[in-house]
């Protein structure tokens, strides 16, 4: 049992913002995105990317559209500096892409990082420095002027090292680390004395990036604290204002979005939420939230199982079956409810209005998604889900009444598996169930014999293994069948159709029979390449259904004559 945790947490203070203004601000166009796949998401993996990894991540994140890229922490290691020199010296950054490293406030290691950008076109040197009580107690050991006289120094390095390679063109971010934990006053008291060394215009603007290095309130809390800081900061014109949520909550990407909203211009975060902990907030989400609502969000989606794939190469990591908008299922239905909507949007959703299909809020063809997998059949299913399988993958539209008929064959075969049933397992079903040859009565062939007004047919059938002929006259061929099967039979119902190129093109046809002297009903079908034959052979199959029900039918057929 957990523990009372009054006595041991302490909640967030809530900001007094009375008059905030997010709530009742849209989104209308994107943030700045800035990738930081290869530098925070790369430092939460269990085996760091190598760097021919590193470069295909890199390269797909080109190709998707980010312009900002945050692609190492070069003074950490040989490795990622080594990473940064490639980038420039093999002229692998596109131009319209701006490389970014990380360096903590420390002067060795804010030179290492400005010698690893030398030669390149742009970039921004990010640095930090964590701001939160309990850091500049416990990690750091200093008060309020020691933490700001570790920005300001940093601050005045940083400046100093560009004006010294100018061959580039520099741009400056600073982080108060932990900002979500600092106090509102303090953080906007540091973060104005950086930027009164750096002097950004609205020219040539600074980034102040705001943490919520650790997630430790609701989303809204954040979006006080966002507003709060823009509305009061210095040079407000000149600043691009930033955030870089982690998901300590599971709440970073509503975070980013309500950030977003209180005047944030910019977006950290990695692909499908990696970094440390429980990760970084989710830019694909996000991206693809903005698609939903009819803003282009300036990144490039439309292969993500591409995407997907290459990630899951680069970080060695699994992407969740369930994540959104990318997860193998989030396209799929198993609820029988569910997949009748979806069937029944589907039928109703025109190419060129709003799209309004049940259950999906994005068309999976937009991701580069095929429909295959929208309706999967397990023992939740019902028959909407079944017939939309057949139908997609086969063809084949039964009956309404049909399908509920069928589909308590297939619930059957799931009950006895207890797995997950394919379209081409459904199919093998419906084969088994009414196609068949293998079965009390089996149709060898027919003549037929046609006139204005009656039509005469011969049946060369085979009944338990003995073969016979039959002769029948009728106002159609079905009804002459009928008459040489000489059953107490009535046909209710009777469709035709083609099969799908994919299924051999053949015709289908579905026979409804009632018994005269009982309230059954059973279906049969039939295929060939004939409709003739075809609607014989479903009346065939509805035969051997209901004679599996009645027996007695067996008896009746093999006294004709």
């Given at each position: 049992?957990?523990?009372?945790p ?6 967030t203070a ?56 945050e ?23 596109p131009?319209?892409v701006t ?12 030179r ?47 400046r ?9 063109e520099?741009?400056f ?5 932990t ?6 006053e ?15 215009t609205?020219e040539r ?10 997630e ?8 006080d ?15 691009i204002v930033s ?7 599971g ?7 309500l ?16 970094g ?10 996000l ?11 300036g ?6 199982n ?15 079956p ?15 409810s ?10 109703a ?23 295959d ?9 019902g028959k ?18 049909m399908?509920?008929e ?65 002769r ?23 469709e ?7 299924a ?7 026979v409804?029979?009632v018994?005269?002297?009982?309230p ?5 079908a ?7 034959e ?10 051997n259904r209901?004679a ?14």
């Amino acid at each position: 049992m957990l523990k009372q945790p009054n006595t041991k947490y302490r909640p967030t203070a809530p900001i007094q913002l009375a008059d905030r203004r997010w709530p009742s601000q849209v989104i209308s166009q994107p943030p700045i995105w800035m990738s930081t796949d290869l530098r925070d998401g790369n430092q939460a993996l269990f085996e760091p990317m190598s760097a021919a990894r590193k470069l295909e991540m890199f390269e797909m994140l080109c190709r998707i559209g980010f312009k900002e890229i945050e692609v190492a922490f070069p003074s950490a290691s040989q490795t990622d500096f080594d990473f940064v020199r490639k980038l420039i010296e093999e002229n692998r950054v596109p131009q319209d892409v701006t490389l970014e490293v990380l360096t903590q406030a420390r002067e060795h290691l804010i030179r290492r990082s400005f010698e690893s950008l030398k030669g390149a076109r742009r970039a921004i040197m990010h640095v930090y420095n964590a701001t939160a009580p309990n850091f500049r107690r416990t990690v750091f050991n200093v008060d309020r002027a020691g933490c700001i006289r570790i920005a300001t120094d940093a601050a005045k390095l940083v400046r100093e090292c560009a004006e010294a390679q100018p061959d580039t063109e520099w741009v400056f971010q600073y982080s108060p680390e932990t900002f979500s934990s600092t106090e509102l006053e303090f953080a906007l008291e540091i973060s104005n004395r950086v930027m009164e060394v750096w002097e950004p215009t609205p020219e040539r603007p600074a980034i102040l990036n705001l943490p919520a290095t650790v997630e430790c309130a609701t989303p809204n809390v954040f979006a006080d604290q966002v507003e709060w800081m823009c509305r009061n900061l210095q040079r407000r014109d000149a600043i691009i204002v930033s955030v870089h949520p982690h998901n300590d909550r599971g709440t970073a990407v509503a975070a980013a979005e309500l950030a977003v909203m209180a005047g944030a211009d910019r977006v950290e975060g990695c692909l499908f939420g990696n970094g440390e902990r429980t990760g970084n907030v989710d830019l694909v989400t996000l991206a693809l939230n903005l698609y939903t609502q009819g803003v282009d969000p300036g990144l490039d989606f439309s292969r993500i199982n591409e995407v997907a794939r290459t990630a899951e190469t680069c970080t060695q990591l699994p992407i969740h079956p369930r994540h959104p908008y990318v997860g193998d299922l989030v396209f799929t239905a198993f609820s029988g409810s569910h997949q009748d909507a979806i069937k029944k949007g589907f039928a109703a959703q025109d190419p060129k209005a709003i799209w309004e299909v049940p259950y999906l809020p994005v068309d999976p063809q937009d991701l580069g998604r095929t429909y295959d997998s929208i309706i999967r059949v397990n023992s939740q299913s019902g028959k909407g889900g079944i017939s939309y399988l057949l139908e997609s993958a086969y063809g084949l539209v039964m009956p309404r009444r049909m399908q509920v008929e069928f589909s308590n064959e297939v619930q059957q075969v799931m009950d006895d598996t207890g797995r997950e049933q394919s379209a081409q397992d459904i199919w093998a079903i419906f084969e088994r169930s009414y196609l068949t040859a293998d079965l009390p009565v089996t149709l060898l062939g027919h003549r037929l014999e046609e006139s204005r007004d009656r039509h005469a047919i011969e049946l060369d059938v085979m009944i338990n293994g003995s073969p016979q002929r039959l002769r029948g006259e009728g106002n159609g061929p079905l009804d002459a069948a009928l008459r040489a099967l000489g059953l107490p039979l009535s046909i209710h119902s009777f469709e035709e159709r083609s099969l799908s190129a994919g299924a051999g093109a053949q015709a289908v046809a579905f026979v409804e029979l009632v018994h005269v002297d009982a309230p059954v009903s059973v279906f049969g079908a039939g295929c060939s390449p004939s409709i003739v034959e075809a609607s014989l052979r479903a009346l065939v199959s509805a035969c051997n259904r209901l004679a599996a029900r009645q027996p007695a039918i067996l008896t009746r057929l093999a006294s004709v004559q």
